[in-house]
């Protein structure tokens, strides 16, 4: 493949914006070589700035599950554009997707709508601690709930590619409040919380992990969780940015059986544009702005384009009662397909999967939490990305990010996936 335009573009994009891109991950530090420019998309496919095609398996991270630029939410963007793009005003969309997603979502009643993931569970947070007077937070490492101060703490996803999952800028003061524990690690987690007796709000999480690649959680280990929060008056949040409306219309919290108290949104939920939220029972979200006290505001939320965009996907998702179980027929048919290829080829691995969520390892025991996601085989994961790269296969540009299946690819496009590995590791 050629990259010439790519680079051309990376370079004019370097001398004004730090690092050619506006989210880290995009820059391809992790694994070299120039970032590519694309200039379109459709369905599964990206067309680059240099003409290549590729299969996307990144999917904008994780918001077009029914493929690029799918019909009725471009024609719905479109539409609402000719009638101005933002107001500050109410409108009456915000609250069709509202009783669409409190309909489609267990255990909430009121949804407040912002502009990105980060905002979203910032808010959340926030929301927690002034709803139970507490101020300590207990996180887990590796999971990434966005670039707010309160999660730049043994973070995962880009801020671990880029080595700094505690970032400078964060300070003592805010780094106290954040608790640290492992995922998948119950007894962790019982012991911060005696430690901190009465001290901690709100254990936040992501109920199956996506940014240290795909970790699903232990049997057991949301149960316990939540045994846990009802026993000391703490909220579980969910941050359900990468897994909601993806792994079942109701997301984690529907497919794994366990209730949260705050559950977090982003990504499909915009369909593609700026979009987060965070929801919760009446009792909880009545303590927000303007009905109570907890402060939380935005000049562009629930902009009129963003909510047309995500009220298409969600009808969309509402409407397809075979969806998610296709989604998890197409995984696990890639899964089996890669592991036989990788088997073959004795390349040692790992593939963690749930719903349409997946991603290879090159670890030789289990991933279950950051400490074994840390431990695999960074040099491998170079060669594979650039491997599938050079057969048309676009993969996350980071050991530590989920795949995403899309309605849109095919059994063609994933056979093509599998070929594609077993001819970078013949
Ligand atoms: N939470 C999770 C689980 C995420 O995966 C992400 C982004 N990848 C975020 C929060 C932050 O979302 P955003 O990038 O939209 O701010």
Same mark, same amino acid.
């Given at each position: 493949?050629?990259?010439?335009?790519?680079?051309?573009?990376?370079?004019?994009?370097?001398?004004?914006?730090?690092?050619?891109?506006?989210?880290?991950?995009?820059?391809?530090?992790?694994?070299?070589?120039?970032?590519?420019?694309?200039?379109?998309?459709?369905?599964?496919?990206?067309?680059?700035?240099?003409?290549?095609?590729?299969?996307?398996?990144?999917?904008?991270?994780?918001?077009?599950?029914?493929?690029?630029?799918?019909?009725?939410?471009?024609?719905?963007?479109?539409?609402?554009?000719?009638?101005?793009?933002?107001?500050?005003?109410?409108?009456?969309?915000?609250?069709?997707?509202?009783?669409?997603?409190?309909?489609?979502?267990?255990?909430?009643?009121?949804?407040?709508?912002?502009?990105?993931?980060?905002?979203?569970?910032?808010?959340?947070?926030?929301?927690?601690?002034?709803?139970? $007077?507490?101020? +300590?937070?207990?996180?887990? @490492?590796?999971?990434?709930?966005?670039?707010?101060?309160?999660? %730049? !703490? &043994? #973070?995962?996803?880009?801020?671990?590619?880029?080595?700094?999952?505690?970032?400078?800028?964060?300070?003592? $003061?805010?780094? +106290?409040?954040?608790?640290? @524990?492992?995922?998948?690690?119950?007894?962790?987690?019982?012991? %911060? !919380? &005696? #430690?901190?007796?009465?001290?901690?709000?709100?254990?936040?999480?992501?109920?199956?992990?996506?940014?240290? $690649?795909?970790?699903?959680?232990?049997?057991?280990?949301?149960?316990?969780?939540?045994?846990?929060?009802?026993?000391?008056?703490?909220?579980?949040?969910?941050?359900?940015?990468?897994?909601?409306?993806?792994?079942?219309?109701?997301?984690?919290?529907?497919?794994?059986?366990?209730?949260?108290?705050?559950?977090?949104?982003?990504?499909?939920?915009?369909?593609?544009?700026?979009?987060?939220?965070?929801?919760?029972?009446?009792?909880?979200?009545?303590?927000?702005?303007?009905?109570?006290?907890?402060?939380?505001?935005?000049?562009?939320?629930?902009?009129?384009?963003?909510?047309?965009?995500?009220?298409?996907?969600?009808?969309?998702?509402?409407?397809?009662?075979?969806?998610?179980?296709?989604?998890?027929?197409?995984?696990?048919?890639?899964?089996?397909?890669?592991?036989?290829?990788?088997?073959?080829?004795?390349?040692?691995?790992?593939?963690?999967?749930?719903?349409?969520?997946?991603?290879?390892?090159?670890?030789?025991?289990?991933?279950?939490?950051?400490?074994?996601?840390?431990?695999?085989?960074?040099?491998?994961?170079?060669?594979?990305?650039?491997?599938?790269?050079?057969?048309?296969?676009?993969?996350?540009?980071?050991?530590?990010?989920?795949?995403?299946?899309?309605?849109?690819?095919?059994?063609?496009?994933?056979?093509?996936?599998?070929?594609?590995?077993?001819?970078?590791?013949?």
């Amino acid at each position: 493949m050629i990259y010439k335009r790519s680079s051309t573009l990376f370079a004019n994009a370097e001398k004004v914006i730090p690092g050619g891109v506006n989210s880290p991950v995009r820059a391809f530090k992790a694994v070299g070589g120039t970032p590519i420019f694309v200039k379109e998309a459709k369905g599964a496919y990206l067309y680059d700035e240099d003409g290549n095609v590729l299969i996307d398996y990144i999917n904008s991270w994780g918001p077009m599950i029914l493929g690029h630029a799918y019909a009725p939410v471009v024609n719905a963007v479109v539409e609402k554009a000719k009638k101005g793009t933002s107001f500050g005003m109410p409108t009456e969309i915000e609250t069709e997707i509202a009783e669409l997603a409190v309909s489609m979502v267990p255990n909430i009643d009121k949804i407040r709508f912002v502009n990105s993931g980060t905002e979203a569970c910032m808010s959340a947070v926030r929301l927690a601690r002034g709803y139970t $007077g507490k101020d +300590k937070i207990i996180k887990f @490492a590796g999971c990434y709930h966005g670039h707010s101060d309160s999660f %730049l !703490i &043994q #973070a995962g996803s880009g801020a671990v590619t880029f080595g700094s999952p505690n970032s400078p800028g964060v300070t003592e $003061g805010t780094a +106290k409040d954040t608790l640290l @524990a492992n995922y998948n690690d119950l007894k962790n987690v019982e012991a %911060l !919380i &005696q #430690a901190n007796k009465n001290e901690i709000a709100c254990i936040i999480l992501e109920p199956v992990a996506g940014n240290m $690649g795909c970790i699903p959680p232990v049997a057991g280990f949301l149960e316990g969780l939540r045994s846990l929060c009802d026993a000391n008056d703490i909220l579980l949040i969910f941050d359900e940015v990468m897994t909601g409306f993806r792994l079942a219309k109701g997301g984690a919290q529907q497919l794994l059986n366990v209730n949260a108290d705050i559950v977090c949104f982003g990504k499909v939920i915009g369909g593609g544009l700026p979009v987060g939220a965070f929801a919760a029972r009446n009792e909880i979200m009545n303590y927000l702005a303007p009905l109570g006290p907890v402060y939380q505001a935005g000049t562009l939320s629930g902009n009129p384009l963003a909510m047309a965009a995500g009220l298409a996907m969600l009808k969309a998702l509402n409407e397809d009662s075979e969806i998610f179980n296709r989604l998890a027929e197409k995984t696990e048919y890639l899964h089996k397909g890669l592991a036989k290829v990788l088997e073959k080829n004795n390349i040692t691995h790992t593939i963690n999967r749930m719903g349409s969520m997946i991603s290879v390892h090159f670890n030789e025991e289990k991933v279950i939490d950051f400490k074994t996601a840390a431990k695999g085989n960074n040099e491998r994961f170079k060669t594979f990305f650039h491997g599938m790269l050079n057969n048309g296969i676009y993969i996350a540009p980071s050991a530590f990010e989920t795949w995403f299946i899309t309605d849109a690819l095919t059994y063609e496009d994933l056979d093509k996936t599998i070929a594609a590995c077993d001819a970078v590791f013949k």
